[in-house]
């Protein structure tokens, strides 16, 4: 199972790559890999296995965040109407967007960041992703609000961007 070791931190270079496409059908290999990243995300929203594996709760995690530069990430979330959007997609991409945006009350955080970094990350409102699934069939998602918000962090992390990167006036003395 993966655990936090295997989740890279700032200052690694996977996190500031393109990724590269996902060939298709996908391999077995790039299918197993998908499913412990949506595993591990279940065992990071279990409060018992979380404590005894010391998982941070994430909902999102995408591939590079493992040091593996392909285009793949896995989401785990529940919708403010009890929606449970619970996906690993290969090769993701956001066909049209609102031009309204949101942020997360809270802020961000990231797997992948040790440390809190507050303020206001802007993320279109609505999108409509398309990707492959796990099964290797082609989904095209309508996502709003918290969903939406999420599935645009896990992208951006194919293109080797964080979400700090994206707060105003984040002017940061490292990275
Ligand atoms: C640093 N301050 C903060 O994190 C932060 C702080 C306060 C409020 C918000 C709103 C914050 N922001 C934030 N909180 C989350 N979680 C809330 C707790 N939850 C969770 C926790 C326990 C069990 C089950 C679950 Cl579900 C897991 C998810 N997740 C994300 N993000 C940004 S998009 C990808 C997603 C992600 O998975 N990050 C690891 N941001
Ligand atoms: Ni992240």
Same mark, same amino acid.
Request: hydrophobic content about 35%; overall charge negative.
């Given at each position: 199972?993966?655990?936090?070791?295997?989740?890279?931190?700032?200052?690694?270079?996977?996190?500031?790559?393109?990724?590269?496409?996902?060939?298709?059908?996908?391999?077995?290999?790039?299918?197993?890999?998908?499913?412990?990243?949506?595993?591990?995300?279940?065992?990071?929203?279990?409060?018992?296995?979380?404590?005894?594996?010391?998982?941070?709760?994430?909902?999102?995690?995408?591939?590079?965040?493992?040091?593996?530069?392909?285009?793949?990430?896995?989401?785990?979330?529940?919708?403010?109407?009890?929606?449970?959007?619970?996906?690993?997609?290969?090769? +993701?991409?956001?066909? !049209?967007?609102?031009? *309204?945006? =949101?942020? $997360? @009350?809270?802020?961000?955080?990231? &797997?992948?960041?040790?440390?809190?970094?507050?303020?206001?990350? +802007?993320?279109?409102? !609505?999108?409509?992703? *398309?990707? =492959?699934? $796990? @099964?290797?069939?082609?989904?095209? &998602?309508?996502?709003?609000?918290?969903?939406?918000?999420?599935?645009?962090?896990?992208?951006?992390?194919?293109?080797?961007?964080?979400?700090?990167?994206?707060?105003?006036?984040?002017?940061?003395?490292?990275?």
């Amino acid at each position: 199972m993966l655990t936090m070791k295997d989740i890279v931190r700032e200052g690694h270079p996977a996190l500031r790559q393109v990724a590269e496409e996902v060939l298709l059908p996908p391999s077995d290999e790039d299918k197993e890999t998908l499913r412990q990243m949506l595993e591990f995300l279940k065992n990071s929203q279990d409060p018992e296995i979380a404590e005894q594996y010391e998982l941070r709760s994430g909902v999102g995690l995408a591939a590079p965040q493992l040091g593996i530069n392909k285009r793949m990430f896995a989401v785990h979330v529940t919708d403010d109407k009890d929606n449970l959007y619970s996906y690993g997609l290969f090769n +993701p991409k956001i066909t !049209r967007h609102s031009v *309204e945006t =949101t942020h $997360l @009350e809270g802020g961000e955080g990231c &797997l992948s960041v040790d440390r809190d970094i507050p303020g206001d990350v +802007p993320r279109y409102k !609505r999108i409509t992703l *398309e990707g =492959t699934t $796990l @099964e290797n069939e082609k989904v095209r &998602l309508r996502l709003r609000e918290l969903p939406a918000i999420v599935f645009q962090h896990e992208l951006d992390h194919l293109n080797g961007i964080m979400f700090y990167d994206r707060i105003e006036d984040y002017a940061p003395e490292t990275d």
